[in-house]
């Protein structure tokens, strides 16, 4: 008897233990309510999206342009971006774009993402969790670094072209994307930038540019065939960039909803304009509608959608695409031979330009309907201004930054290969391996 | 025994297969090369920039012969490959020293 009582008593005495235990535990405590289970469902696969955009989208679309001898080297280029500021944007990067709303700089708060528990939200993404917006962005920031290589392409150093992954992504990319979208000057300045006509893609060409000029052009340039390796490559990159460019404008929305869809039917119809001008274009002019011409047109258009997708109506996009297609054309086979350049990939012809081109006309075609603001046909001719002053921006500190960055590492390590690995191919000097 | 070479277009080279089956030729040897004669080439343009590609593409059809059948050969191959615009091909005939069936080690007449 006195057993059986100890033994119920001991039961009584675990139940209410285990009771005290659940009222207090994290598992039992209140869920964040602003999570949205769609929202988060649809960003995660914008994330992927974006992902896939530079891993294999990019290194493809490169790849495929470069001469054979080159074409690991340039997808190493890509690879070494991603692995490298992936872990650069969640030890600081992230922190100092979106950490607080500082006009010029984020804080150190989540150095190392301290503080971003499970339930955590960022106040730029409420309905998702914080981790979820960190890696997002994280994958624009990494797709940013592997454009601008795009212009140096046959002849950077990789172990140069590391160093400059590193730095640029916290010198450059970082305060940008904090100026536009973690609540800087220029989104006060009332900027509108959907997906990142200034942070991603004006900021890449610029870079490049600048990039191009200070190493110098290729050897043989202007007299040897530089012809590209395998297009059918570049229009493999193509596809993968064109389907992931809906998670890069669509998940601008931030989350599962109509802007999303907008955002997405925009950013196509200006993709398929872009390939139709340039395709055009080049018909009447060479005789023949070349695929580089169409691939090129087609991500002049995404790249020029960009910024607009957010805030204007579909039938813009069309106008868009045609303007960036024609511009971009335009940037890429006459003004890089009038100022001669080697922008070996047109980062800046295609990106720069597009970029810029789509920043200016969001300004002109925004639609309150769509974004909440209004633009130059709507009554509001400040906006385009207000679009010129974050292109001018961007475009100074973009190129300042670029040089200063290449001039410091060129003082310890080389910038160029030298002469002789220029001539055997990068695949071989660089890395110890060659395409059979 | 000699060699005969034959440097023709690329889409040409069933047509020979299948003459050189005809006249008993069992085995040959194929590479894809580059060449030019009188045939130019052509001007690629890539986003701008131009360059003249001056190589065409051939195929290079090595067989081993009897004396006694070369004519046979030469014939048929030119039959096959003749289209009879420009840059139809050359076929070459060398002298060979010696020959050898790996596999079973017979030489010289034995081996082709």
């Known amino acids: 008897m006195r057993v059986a009582s100890i033994a119920r008593a001991g039961r009584v005495t675990g139940a209410i233990v285990a009771i005290a235990v659940l009222a207090v535990s994290p598992a039992a405590a209140q869920p964040a309510t602003s999570i949205d289970r769609a929202d988060t469902a649809w960003m995660i696969v914008a994330t992927a999206l974006v992902l896939m955009m530079t891993l294999p989208g990019l290194a493809l679309f490169y790849a495929g342009m470069v001469r054979k001898k080159n074409v690991l080297a340039t997808m190493a280029q890509s690879l070494a971006a991603t692995a490298l500021c992936s872990i650069l944007w969640a030890a600081v990067g992230y922190s100092l774009a979106f950490a607080g709303d500082a006009p010029f700089l984020g804080t150190l708060d989540r150095l190392l993402l301290s503080g971003m528990g499970l339930d955590a939200v960022s106040p730029w993404a409420k309905t998702i969790p914080e981790a979820l917006f960190m890696i997002y962005q994280m994958t624009f920031a990494v797709i940013t670094v592997a454009l601008v290589s795009g212009s140096v392409a046959d002849r950077m150093r990789f172990s140069a072209f590391l160093w400059f992954a590193a730095l640029w ?79 890069f404008n669509g998940g601008s929305a931030l989350g599962a909803n109509p802007r999303a869809v907008f955002a997405i039917l925009t950013t196509h119809l200006a993709a398929c304009t872009g390939a139709l001008t340039w395709m055009a274009l080049e018909w009447m002019r060479l005789g023949k509608p070349s695929v580089l011409g169409m691939i090129s047109g087609a991500v002049a258009g995404l790249g020029a959608i960009t910024p607009a997708s ?9 106008i868009i695409g045609l303007a960036a297609g024609a511009v971009c054309y335009w940037s890429c086979t006459r003004l890089k031979f009038i100022f001669g350049y080697d922008d070996s990939l047109d980062v800046f012809g295609v990106h720069g330009v597009g970029g810029a081109t789509g920043m200016l006309l969001a300004g002109v075609f925004a639609t309150r309907a769509i974004g909440n603001v209004s633009g130059l046909l709507e009554g509001h001719p400040n906006q385009v201004l207000i679009q010129l002053y974050g292109i001018g921006v961007t475009l100074v500190w973009s190129a300042f930054g670029t040089v200063v960055l290449l001039k410091l590492i060129s003082a310890f390590v080389p910038l160029r290969v030298d002469k002789q690995s220029e001539i055997e191919g990068l695949d071989v000097a660089q890395h110890g391996e060659s395409l059979q | 025994m000699k060699l005969v070479i034959a440097v023709i277009k690329p889409f040409k080279l069933e047509e020979v297969r299948d003459a050189l089956t005809a006249v008993g030729v069992h085995g040959m040897t194929v590479t894809e090369v580059k060449g030019y004669g009188r045939q130019k080439g052509h001007m690629e343009i890539y986003r701008g920039s131009e360059y003249a590609v001056n190589f065409l593409p051939k195929v290079r059809i090595e067989i081993a012969v009897s004396s006694e059948m070369v004519d046979r050969v030469v014939e048929a191959i030119s039959v ?17 020293e010696a020959a050898m069936r790996i596999r079973t080690g017979e030489v010289d007449a034995d081996a082709l």
């Open chain 1, 169 to 247: 992504l916290i010198v450059v990319y970082v305060p940008i994307s904090h100026w536009v979208w973690g609540g800087g000057f220029l989104a006060a300045a009332g900027l509108i930038d959907f997906a990142g006509g200034t942070v991603v893609h004006l900021n890449a060409g610029v870079a490049g540019l600048v990039g191009a000029l200070v190493l110098g052009a290729r050897r043989g340039y202007g007299s040897e065939n530089l012809a590209p390796y395998d297009l059918s490559l570049a229009v493999i990159g193509t596809g993968l960039l064109w389907v992931g460019w809906f998670g």
């Open chain 2, 80 to 96: 096959a490959a003749k289209t009879g615009q420009i840059g139809d091909g050359k076929i070459f005939v060398a002298p060979i």
């Open chain 1, 310 to 318: 957010g805030f204007v109506l579909p039938w813009h996009g069309v």
